[in-house]
């Protein structure tokens, strides 16, 4: 356990090499106002905080860094999550009240928010279809060939797709469509329109199962949109010195272009909860050399997607924590 002194001391170091990406030294933190110690008190601070494993010297005549067990001590302890403006506050209002009736895309438009306000990079993977059932789909006609087809799930999220036809379909042949397709699906996973669905419907249609197939591949097709993941901010990480090191910068890439390894990264995490994983209590080996924070978005048993920042163990955790529970609360507010 730290005490007062070593913990201001150990909070002051993370926060300066959040800032600069420089070692820090005992003269840097006699500057700090709040620091109200001696240059030789905090340089006995130091060495202990480095004895103990919260702190490191990148060299022999170097200030120190911030160690994994120190960066995890402060994320845990010392870290404050009201780190965000009032400028920043009101752009994010304004983000998501623009799109709070949307269900379906404010993952993506809360990602987006989070990466444009901490300028890290930020992945997100929307509610899993397994997770949703269907409350109704619709089919409106829009011309003999052409098909206008309105899922509705039990989590509010509507998607919606055009069906062409290779041969003319009426009005009494989508009546019957939206008859059948509802008694069939209606309060069902919507996995289940992973089965070949034209076998088990066949039987009761009176027409050709041509017109069928193309119904059940669209469908299929604007439903996996959802479990698509998205990428904002990307660019932003080479911004960084860390991504200075050639080796960083293309395990960085590498890791975003496995979509695997990044859909394991946002189910990791507990629901509601904000996680955080710094370097090697990171699972996978790619991303030792990384920090990953998630936050799933849960209204009641609904799972509405999940959100993650990607970035270097020499992370604003403090901003990007902030933030994120700033979003989540607006995102539950919306809700309401």
Same mark, same amino acid.
């Given at each position: 356990? %730290?005490?007062?002194? !070593? ?11 959040? #800032?600069?990406?420089?070692?820090? +030294?005992s ?6 106002e ?11 601070? @130091? ?30 302890? %010392? ?5 965000i403006?009032v ?22 438009v809360?990602?987006?928010?989070? +990466? ?26 829009? /011309?003999?060939?052409? @098909?206008?087809?309105?899922?509705i ?10 069906? $062409? ?6 009005e ?8 059948m397709? /509802? ?24 027409y ?12 299929? !097709? ?31 890439? /590498?890791?975003?272009?496995? &979509? ?21 209590? #990171? ?12 936050? &799933?978005? $849960? ?14 163990? &020499?992370?604003?955790? +403090?901003?990007?924590? +902030?933030? @994120?529970?700033?979003?989540? $609360? ?7």
């Amino acid at each position: 356990m %730290l005490n007062d002194r !070593k913990k201001h001391v150990l909070r002051a170091i993370v926060e300066e090499y959040v #800032n600069t990406a420089e070692p820090v +030294s005992s003269k840097a933190l006699v500057k700090k106002e709040h620091l109200k110690y001696s240059s030789a008190t905090i340089r006995n601070e @130091m060495a202990d905080l480095e004895k103990i494993g919260y702190l490191e010297k990148t060299h022999t005549s170097s200030g120190r860094v911030p160690s994994e067990k120190g960066y995890r001590y402060y994320v845990d302890e %010392l870290l404050k999550d009201d780190n965000i403006s009032v400028e920043e506050v009101k752009y994010i209002s304004e983000k998501l009240e623009s799109k709070i009736n949307e269900i379906e895309d404010l993952t993506k438009v809360a990602a987006r928010t989070i +990466s444009e306000v901490t300028h890290y990079t930020a992945v997100s993977i929307g509610p899993k279809t397994k997770t949703q059932l269907i409350k109704e789909i619709k089919f409106v006609l829009i /011309n003999p060939r052409l @098909m206008l087809a309105i899922i509705i799930t039990n989590f509010e999220v509507m998607k919606e797709t055009v069906i $062409k036809f290779d041969e003319d379909i009426n009005e009494k042949q989508v009546e019957t469509m939206n008859y059948m397709f /509802n008694q069939k699906l209606k309060n069902q996973p919507l996995e289940t329109i992973d089965r070949p669905l034209e076998e088990y419907l066949y039987d009761e249609m009176s027409y050709s199962v041509k017109v069928i197939k193309p119904i059940v591949e669209q469908i299929k !097709k604007v439903l996996r949109q959802d479990e698509q993941l998205y990428l904002k901010g990307a660019n932003n990480a080479f911004d960084l010195p860390e991504f200075n090191s050639l080796e960083v910068a293309k395990n960085f890439i /590498n890791i975003l272009d496995k &979509r695997e390894l990044v859909e394991d990264v946002l189910s990791s995490g507990l629901a509601e909860d904000i996680n955080v994983y710094i370097g090697e209590e #990171n699972s996978q080996e790619e991303l030792k050399d990384f920090s990953v924070v998630t936050f &799933r978005h $849960k209204v009641g048993d609904k799972d509405m997607g999940t959100i993650g920042i990607i970035g270097p163990k &020499r992370m604003d955790y +403090s901003k990007v924590i +902030s933030v @994120m529970k700033y979003i989540s $609360k607006k995102l539950n507010e919306g809700e309401k």
